[in-house]
């Protein structure tokens, strides 16, 4: 079984910044896309950011030159670094990552974190 743990929530003033983690644990043989995705309340998920295993970027409109992803594949961990964060930035960020279960590729299944809080007060 995989997990996806996140860290790293919390309240932060306007103008603030956090920084988000996301570990991967249990049966993976290796880990393609990693992302940040984020929903706030009466709003549909949105893009936050992904990063490939070469890391290449992606980035939501809305985060673009605040935020930046990266990722340790040693540890199998992503991160967000969240800076000049609004109160628009208020939402529940989670985590996703596509999975190899084996060396086979329909072994590949996408999982998801429990999602953290962030709050961002004005």
């Known amino acids: 079984q995989v997990q996806l743990v996140e860290s790293g929530g919390g309240l932060v003033q306007a103008g603030g910044s956090l920084r988000l983690s996301c570990a991967a644990s249990g049966s993976i043989v290796s880990i393609s896309a990693m992302g940040w995705y984020r929903q706030a309340p009466g709003k549909q998920r949105e893009l936050v950011a992904t990063?490939?295993?070469?890391?290449?970027?992606n980035y939501g409109d809305s985060v673009k030159g605040r935020f930046i992803i990266s990722r340790d594949n040693a540890k199998k961990t992503v991160y967000l670094q969240m800076n000049s964060l609004t109160p628009e930035d208020t939402a529940v960020y989670s985590c996703?990552?596509?999975?190899?279960?084996?060396?086979?590729?329909?072994?590949?299944?996408?999982?998801w974190g429990q999602g953290t809080q962030v709050t961002v007060s004005s």
């Open positions: 990063i490939t295993s070469a890391g290449s970027t």
């Open positions: 996703n990552a596509g999975v190899f279960l084996t060396y086979f590729r329909s072994s590949y299944q996408e999982y």
